[in-house]
Structures are given as C-alpha cells and as structure tokens.
C-alpha cells in the first residue's frame, strides 16, 4: 500500500509514519520543515516531500513529486501557533491564533485532498488527525467541529470512487484505575497511529464520513 502522510516534521506525524511503515507499507513523508523531515526520513528509510499543505502555491505543485496511484493520505497538522495564556492575548493574537489554526488543521488538509485526491485508488482512504481534545468554545473546537462537518460531506463524493475519509480526533483522557486501561497505557499519539492505520484497511471499508476518537477506551460522554 502507498501512503502519503503529511506533517511529518512534528512528532504526532512520526509516530503515524512509523506505525504505516512498521506494518510494511510504502510510506512518503511530507512537511514544511526540511531539516525535521530528512531526520524522520533517514530513520524510517523512506521518501520524503518538503512542501507546506497551508501554501495553495505550495500544495498545487505536488504533481510530479508524489506516486502517482497512493492507497491512502493521512493529513497530520503542523502547528503554526503557539498558544500561551489566552487572558494575555492582545486582538492580534486571537487573530493568529485562530487564522493559524483553521489553516494548519483544516484548509491544509482541505487543500492537499483537492489536489491529491486524485491519485488516490479505487478502495483508498483519506484519515484527517485532530491531534488535541479542545476545550468548549475554543479556536480548537471550532476547527475539529469544522474538519469534522467536511469529512462528513466528502464521504459522499469519494464515496462514488470507493474512497472512504475519516477523521480521528482525540478524545477525553481517563485517570489511572479506569477499568477500561489495561495495564500498559498506550499515548494518544500511538492510538492515533494505530486507528489510523486501522481505517486504512480493508476491515474498515464500511467506516466513512465519521470522527472517531481515542481516549484509552473510555466512554465519550461521562454524563
């Protein structure tokens, strides 16, 4: 299977690329940050693309850089943003904030799937991380409300192709003792890799249009 992940010059996106390439898929790193993603490159022995998937100029020159079939995307965000207490930002700051996030969560993977959905198989998948659980009425959970509102509506379009397009999001944490943990807790990053690459399988094809969360088996409300 051929697999472009994108923001794999941040750690969460390492962590997904690891978990492709371990199961023995041909995975192609991307990111904005060169001298990141040639580490991640070396250590995983596989290609790697330097583009930014916020950058329409950026995106629209991937033609020719990626294989031309892949079986899945999986869009991983590069923050551009960060957040220090908000009760000290001045206007421009929320501005940043905001603007920073929708265009490293959400218009970069918007934009990457207008360019490469394309090249994307019959069968394929599209994944879209959340990396963070965002607290009520935030600039986070109004992207993750918005990635998720897109995923829902593509699931139709690439539905028509065989393509399913998920989002995996982080869920609530649990406390030690929860019964649900086992003995070892895995980190969201690792469950992140691990769904992801589950919704990458054939075991999987009846799943699209959802968001999904990893919360180390804990139920999504507590009510």
């Not at 490159?41 to 294989?67: C, I, M, N, R, T």
């Not at 700051?93 to 265009?103: I, N, T, V």
């Not at 929860?178 to 969201?188: D, I, K, N, R």
Request: hydrophobic fraction near 40%; proline fraction near 4%; include cysteine.
């Amino acid at each position: 299977m051929d697999v472009l992940i994108t923001g794999c010059d941040t750690d969460l996106g390492r962590t997904v690329a690891q978990s492709f390439s371990d199961a023995g898929h041909q995975v192609v790193i991307a990111g904005r940050r060169r001298d990141d993603l040639d580490v991640v490159a070396k250590e995983l022995d596989v290609d790697s693309v330097v583009f930014d998937s916020a950058d329409p100029d950026s995106v629209a020159g991937l033609h020719g850089q990626v294989p031309a079939h892949l079986d899945a995307i999986v869009n991983v965000p590069t923050p551009t943003w960060n957040s220090t207490d908000p009760r000290g930002y001045t206007l421009s700051d929320h501005a940043a904030e905001w603007r920073g996030l929708f265009d490293a969560d959400l218009v970069a993977a918007v934009l990457t799937v207008q360019v490469l959905g394309d090249h994307l198989r019959s069968g394929g998948s599209i994944i879209t991380v959340i990396p963070e659980s965002p607290r009520e009425g935030s600039a986070a959970a109004a992207v993750k409300a918005a990635i998720s509102n897109w995923t829902a509506g593509q699931a139709d379009h690439f539905g028509t192709r065989g393509i399913t397009i998920n989002a995996v999001a982080a869920g609530r944490g649990v406390e030690p003792g929860y019964v649900g943990l086992g003995t070892t807790t895995p980190t969201v990053g690792a469950e992140i890799a691990r769904l992801s690459l589950f919704l990458s399988t054939p075991a999987a094809r009846h799943i699209t249009g959802q968001t999904l969360h990893v919360s180390h088996g804990a139920l999504a409300d507590f009510s």
